[in-house]
């Protein structure tokens, strides 16, 4: 029987922890049965701004503004946030005024997009191009999502987002109800590869099997929005994301880091992560550490 190659010519995604992301319809909620549920208190926690660098999201400073994306869907920034009872069977951390849980629809996917967009531009209030850019940056991540849900074979995404809670008396939009984001990603490690993105190890083809002792979740695009900072919001995506990565039967999860984030480091120390010192020596043209939690 023939074997499908897949042709591999491109780095890992790289976790950054800025200070300050297939459209499923919602009927299909009720097929989602739920395993498990929590619920925390909110701590305090401050992250720090810098610059993010993915497989699948173009660095500003080789963004171009006339590129093309793809046709926009027919997206309603107007959209009210999903009723509660809709949501009753699905996996989801409650914290304060707050919920984190998966994203489900094109209108949270667009608002987790802006979200990156808007902590690449922070501290980038005179640049009179910056609205123009952030639009267009985040059309293009709003499209890398949807393509990363997909997938290839043997790969599964999800895109977390955290939202405030729904209040009787307060009708909010999703565009002003999503205030936290990130990836998590269930893949496999390359023939060759000891830990995620080894450089100089992985032949350009490989074959797929995706599964195997060798399955592993990892974490990028964490983003919190500059409203909702130092309410515990990072720490509680992180802890979802542990549970859903366990649930999903990988034994490792792991995640990039900037070396010069001493806060992100410590967040992450906390939820027992470890440093792979092995990795260390590869990673100094980049900047990062890359770090590995048992589950």
Same mark, same amino acid.
């Given at each position: 029987?023939?074997?499908?190659? %897949?042709?591999?010519?491109?780095?890992?995604?790289?976790?950054?922890?800025?200070?300050?992301?297939?459209? =499923? &319809? /919602?009927?299909?909620?009720?097929?989602?049965?739920?395993?498990?549920?929590?619920?925390?208190?909110? *701590? @305090?926690?401050?992250?720090?701004? =810098?610059?993010?660098?993915?497989?699948?999201?173009?660095?500003?400073?080789?963004?171009?503004?006339?590129?093309?994306?793809?046709?926009?869907?027919? !997206?309603?920034?107007?959209?009210?946030?999903?009723?509660?009872?809709?949501?009753?069977?699905? &996996?989801?951390?409650?914290? *304060?005024?707050?919920?984190?849980?998966?994203?489900?629809?094109?209108?949270?996917?667009?608002?987790?997009?802006?979200?990156?967009?808007? @902590?690449?531009?922070?501290?980038? +209030?005179?640049?009179?191009?910056?609205?123009?850019?952030?639009?267009?940056?985040?059309?293009?991540?709003?499209?890398?999502?949807? =393509?990363?849900?997909?997938?290839?074979?043997?790969?599964?995404?999800?895109?977390?987002?955290?939202?405030?809670?729904?209040?009787?008396?307060?009708?909010?939009?999703?565009?002003?109800?999503?205030?936290?984001?990130?990836?998590?990603?269930?893949?496999?490690? !390359?023939?060759?590869?000891?830990?995620?993105?080894?450089? +100089?190890?992985?032949?350009?083809?490989?074959? /797929?099997? +995706?599964?195997?002792?060798? =399955?592993?979740?990892?974490? @990028?695009?964490?983003?919190?929005?500059? @409203?909702?900072?130092?309410?515990?919001?990072?720490?509680?995506?992180?802890?979802?994301? %542990?549970?859903?990565?366990?649930?999903?039967?990988?034994?490792?999860?792991?995640?990039?880091?900037?070396? &010069?984030?001493?806060?992100?480091?410590?967040?992450?120390?906390?939820? +027992?992560?470890?440093?792979?010192?092995?990795?260390?020596?590869? !990673?100094?043209?980049? &900047?990062?550490?890359?770090?590995?939690?048992?589950?």
């Amino acid at each position: 029987m023939p074997t499908t190659t %897949v042709s591999i010519h491109a780095p890992p995604e790289f976790l950054t922890f800025p200070a300050s992301v297939a459209s =499923r &319809n /919602i009927h299909k909620l009720s097929t989602v049965t739920a395993s498990w549920r929590m619920s925390m208190d909110s *701590g @305090s926690f401050q992250t720090k701004k =810098r610059e993010e660098l993915s497989l699948h999201i173009q660095h500003p400073a080789a963004f171009d503004p006339k590129w093309d994306t793809p046709r926009q869907p027919d !997206l309603r920034f107007d959209r009210l946030q999903i009723p509660e009872q809709d949501l009753k069977e699905l &996996n989801k951390l409650e914290f *304060g005024q707050f919920v984190a849980r998966e994203a489900l629809i094109d209108e949270e996917y667009w608002t987790a997009a802006w979200l990156r967009a808007e @902590s690449l531009w922070e501290n980038r +209030g005179n640049d009179r191009y910056a609205d123009s850019l952030k639009k267009k940056y985040a059309d293009q991540e709003f499209h890398a999502i949807r =393509r990363r849900l997909i997938g290839p074979y043997g790969q599964k995404s999800k895109c977390i987002i955290t939202l405030r809670k729904q209040d009787e008396k307060v009708k909010r939009t999703v565009l002003k109800s999503v205030v936290g984001t990130l990836d998590l990603s269930i893949r496999s490690l !390359l023939p060759g590869e000891i830990f995620p993105g080894e450089h +100089g190890k992985a032949p350009h083809f490989c074959n /797929i099997d +995706g599964g195997g002792e060798d =399955r592993y979740s990892y974490v @990028s695009n964490l983003v919190v929005s500059l @409203s909702a900072r130092r309410q515990g919001i990072a720490t509680n995506m992180m802890q979802f994301v %542990v549970e859903t990565a366990k649930s999903s039967g990988v034994e490792h999860l792991y995640v990039h880091v900037d070396r &010069n984030n001493k806060l992100a480091q410590q967040l992450y120390d906390k939820m +027992g992560f470890e440093m792979i010192e092995e990795a260390s020596d590869g !990673l100094v043209e980049d &900047n990062t550490f890359l770090l590995r939690c048992r589950l």
